[in-house]
């Protein structure tokens, strides 16, 4: 699906759902999560993106998990989807990644419609919490070589963990909860 089709789903499934919506995109480290959920915000009036490293715990995030626990779904969910879904204010606070903890407190977006896109967000625990879902269809391998080719040009040195944590992460993850199988759309070479 191309970028112009996209923003028109996802803007008529806001119109029709008569509340504020929330778009989940997910998909293998590398697969284009984040490139796509800026697009549809740069293409989409009143949309906020929530970017999905700001619900990372770095210490679990590096560690072998069949879940992605690193992920932290409950707080995402509590502070930010569910309150803004039921138009009650909240607040949230990002991961802070230079101070290495949670920053202060912020309210959650008034707009109409929030994206976030994570790793690990096609979970049992979350699924529910989104109007639309959106898997970034880019097989394993390539999204890893392109993971550590933009890593390696940001000059960050994470070879081990591609190889030894997060690709194991994804394919356990992949085992256990069929993420791809939970999206609405299908998004090929994202």
């Not at 919506?21 to 959920?37: D, R």
């Not at 549809?40 to 998990?65: E, K, M």
């Not at 990002?94 to 896109?117: H, N, T, Y």
């Not at 890593?151 to 194991?168: C, I, S, T, Y």
């Amino acid at each position: 699906m191309e970028l112009a089709k996209l923003t028109t789903l996802v803007s008529s499934r806001s119109t029709v759902a008569g509340h504020p919506i929330t778009v989940g995109i997910s998909g293998y480290g590398g697969s284009g999560k984040s490139t796509v959920a800026r697009a549809l915000t740069a293409h989409l009036a009143d949309t906020v993106r929530i970017r999905g490293d700001d619900f990372l715990d770095p210490a679990r995030s590096h560690r072998r998990s069949a879940d992605w626990n690193g992920v932290e779904r409950t707080r995402l969910r509590d502070e930010v989807l569910a309150p803004f879904r039921e138009g009650r204010p909240s607040t949230f606070r990002r991961f802070d990644w230079a101070a290495k903890a949670l920053g202060a407190p912020e309210p959650v977006p008034s707009c109409s419609i929030i994206v976030v896109d994570l790793i690990g967000l096609f979970h049992p625990s979350l699924i529910d919490a989104f109007d639309l879902t959106i898997w970034c269809d880019v097989d394993l391998d390539t999204a890893q070589l392109r993971g550590m080719r933009r890593d390696a040009e940001l000059g960050r040195d994470h070879e081990q963990l591609w190889n030894e944590v997060w690709v194991p992460n994804e394919r356990d993850f992949d085992n256990h909860f069929s993420p791809r199988e939970r999206a609405e759309i299908l998004l090929p070479n994202a």
